[in-house]
């Protein structure tokens, strides 16, 4: 099936700082990927969808411009949290595909520690 | 918004078969997925059905009836392995791809 690969897989950050996720469709070109984020023992919530060559979807209530999402190949996507504090820490989870399964391959996930 | 439900956690033993239910009620249905996550990790895809019926892939089953907002995931010979989260996940529009999921059933596979 297809592969879709996601760096880093863990990362441990201070107050104030800027992290930067990325998002890998390793096997397929994906015009469309997804970042949700996750807290312990709590299901995916969507934070956006990225688009390829146009800008990010965010969901209500996601900060655009603390959560700054480019999607700028076919097969790329990066997450930078911007000024991260710790509120943010959390599981970041990215998927992708096309067509029939679009949406189905999640990355490794991200799990982001805010000290 | 969207609303699916699926039960919190179910307890099986080895070897033995679990059914994990899964309603749902979306604005509109373009497919549902079932995912295995254990804890820490991402998901992992097992199932996507679009059509009424069962789809049978080795071990697991994943059934769905639309007009009964209905999806049910079935676990045969459960193997210690399978303690997991499992999570529904339906896509309501062709347009936009977005995934909505349920909570996830923590399955507890016991010897």
Same mark, same amino acid.
């Given at each position: 099936g297809a592969v879709v690969s996601q760096h880093p897989s863990r990362v441990i950050c201070k =107050?104030?700082? =800027?992290?930067k996720i990325e998002c890998r469709s390793l096997d397929f070109q994906a015009t469309t990927m997804f970042w949700y984020r996750q807290f312990p023992k709590? =299901?995916?919530?969507l934070m956006a969808t990225s688009n390829e060559g146009s800008k990010a979807t965010y969901e209500q209530g996601v900060e655009k411009d603390k959560f700054l999402i480019n999607h700028a190949s076919l097969t790329l996507s990066t997450l930078t949290v911007t000024s991260a504090h710790p509120e943010d820490s959390s599981f970041y989870i990215c998927s992708a595909g096309q067509g029939r399964s679009l949406g189905a391959f999640f990355g490794q996930g991200t799990r982001l520690t805010v000290v | 918004g969207q609303n699916i439900d699926q039960p919190t956690e179910m307890t099986a033993t080895e070897g033995a078969i679990v059914q994990i239910n899964c309603t749902y009620q979306t604005s509109g249905f373009n497919g549902l997925f079932w995912y295995q996550q254990h804890a820490g990790e991402a998901p992992t895809f097992l199932s996507y059905n679009v059509l009424d019926g069962l789809e049978e892939k080795g071990r697991f089953s994943s059934f769905l009836s639309r007009s009964k907002g209905y999806s049910y995931l079935l676990l045969k010979e459960l193997q210690m392995k399978d303690s997991a $989260?499992?999570?529904? !996940?339906?896509? !309501? $529009? $062709?347009?936009?791809?977005k995934l909505s999921f349920g909570a996830g059933t923590t399955v507890t596979v016991r010897a």
């Open positions: =107050s104030g700082t =800027s992290v709590q =299901s995916l919530m | $989260s499992y999570l529904c !996940a339906v896509r !309501a $529009s $062709s347009n936009d791809y």
